[in-house]
């Protein structure tokens, strides 16, 4: 498989300030079923300050910003029909430059799992009655016909950033 134009040190300078961010915008989610536009904000804000840095070229780094666009407004086509918030939308528009360079294959897996895994553990923890009666008044346990997808979001990012920690070979 081609390697990632991210760096282990590289990835883990981003995953310093996107970790705290993505568990904000999970946790935010699965409580009010709604990712704070400041967590977006936050989060649009790695790749300005530290792609610079980490992406090898300028011109990788600027492939992050329109990676961006293109994912906010095909985020927002597909808000329009309703399958997917506005939060996680923008969300997605967000984190997307993080990925720019990565391999196409590896992130359509970790994509795969991270969705299916957060819909699974979600309602794992939703049929746990210790974890329900911690978090009484989390919306998501509720409100069966959605889904807090800001969940799965932050693991995708958390996921990418991990796995281009980790040691190959």
């Given at each position: 498989m081609p390697e990632s134009i991210l760096s282990p040190t590289d990835a883990m300078i981003l995953l310093v300030p996107v970790?705290?961010?993505?568990?904000?915008?999970?946790?935010s989610d699965m409580k009010r079923m709604k990712i704070p536009n400041a967590s977006v904000l936050a989060m649009a804000a790695v790749?300005?300050?530290?792609?610079?840095?980490?992406?090898?070229?300028?011109?990788?780094?600027?492939w992050?910003?329109?990676?961006?666009?293109?994912?906010?407004?095909?985020?927002?086509l597909i808000y329009l029909t309703g399958t997917f918030g506005a939060g996680d939308a923008k969300f997605s528009a967000a984190m997307a430059g993080i990925f720019v360079g990565g391999n196409i294959g590896e992130i359509l897996l970790i994509i795969f799992f991270s969705m299916i895994g957060a819909?699974?553990?979600?309602?794992?923890?939703?049929s746990?009655?210790?974890?329900?009666?911690?978090?009484?008044?989390?919306?998501?346990w509720t409100k069966r016909r959605y889904f807090p997808f800001g969940l799965?979001?932050?693991?995708i990012v958390i996921i990418y950033l991990l796995a281009a920690i980790w040691p190959q070979g």
């Open positions: 970790l705290p961010i993505a568990i904000w915008a999970a946790l790749w300005p300050a530290l792609g610079w840095y980490v992406a090898p070229t300028l011109s990788i780094w600027f992050g910003f329109a990676l961006m666009a293109i994912v906010f407004v095909l985020g927002f819909l699974a553990i979600h309602r794992l923890l939703r746990i009655p210790a974890i329900r009666n911690a978090t009484p008044d989390w919306e998501s799965a979001l932050s693991a």
